[in-house]
């Protein structure tokens, strides 16, 4: 049986037949589905520390990285801590290492997570697998995403 690490393709049938296990009316015996975007990527709305957050999910991404303006408008500034550079899709760039008291994703708590945020960072904040590896059973199925 996979870890709750694994991100991996499971036929649609058995996603729908686990969708409709436990008592009717609960939410989150439902999975929670994600269409691809014209641009080939998955996109979620999350929350953090109360302020909505555009993510684009990336499995290829260790941590959660916060672009300035979202990490701004969350409140996690970096002023007055020590850069460091870290390494990205596109080469390197300087981030700063901030918690998010709490991360919600699909309707799910994700706690208290470490962020890096990036000045001159991705155009969308990214949900790496530090927060995604908190979600339980992750499906991609040709287009649609699933969380449960």
């Not at 691809?36 to 909505?52: M, W």
């Not at 998010?100 to 706690?111: C, F, H, K, P, V």
């Amino acid at each position: 049986m996979p870890d709750e690490n694994t991100v991996s393709k499971a036929p649609k049938a058995n996603v729908a037949q686990i969708a409709n296990v436990g008592p009717v009316g609960i939410s989150s015996s439902h999975p929670h589905v994600i269409s691809r975007s014209s641009d080939g990527l998955f996109y979620i709305d999350g929350n953090i520390d109360g302020v909505t957050v555009r993510f684009a999910v990336d499995t290829g991404a260790s941590i959660v990285v916060l672009n300035a303006q979202d990490a701004k408008r969350v409140g996690l500034g970096t002023e007055n801590r020590l850069k460091q550079r870290i390494r990205t899709a596109s080469g390197y760039g300087m981030m700063a290492w901030q918690r998010a008291d709490n991360i919600m994703i699909a309707g799910q708590s994700l706690g208290r997570l470490e962020v890096a945020i990036m000045e001159d960072g991705p155009d969308v904040s990214l949900l790496g697998l530090n927060a995604l590896s908190r979600l339980g059973s992750i499906t991609i199925e040709q287009d649609q995403l699933f969380i449960e």
